[in-house]
């Protein structure tokens, strides 16, 4: 589904959604910092960590994504 066919969402919606995913990104992004700061400097970082920056990064990319999809064509980012 393309946001820019469907045109179901005004750009208002858009841009709060994005907002929020990217609060969520920074979130997990801060909990991953958090654990990783109380781990030992010759301990291994336990999985969570890299769970937290996966889900950051898997959150900013469907932001990114739907900002790209409700662009107009043509306009540069």
């Known amino acids: 589904m393309s946001i820019a066919r469907e045109r179901h969402w005004t750009t208002d919606l858009v841009t709060a959604l994005c907002q929020q995913l990217y609060a969520l990104a920074r979130r997990e992004e801060e909990a991953a910092a958090n654990l990783a700061s109380r781990t030992p400097y ?36």
């Open 42 to 77: 010759w301990a291994s970082l336990p999985p969570s960590v890299e769970a937290h920056r996966v889900a950051a990064r898997l959150l900013r990319d469907d932001a990114d994504r739907l900002e790209f999809e409700s662009r107009p064509w043509g306009v540069p980012i």
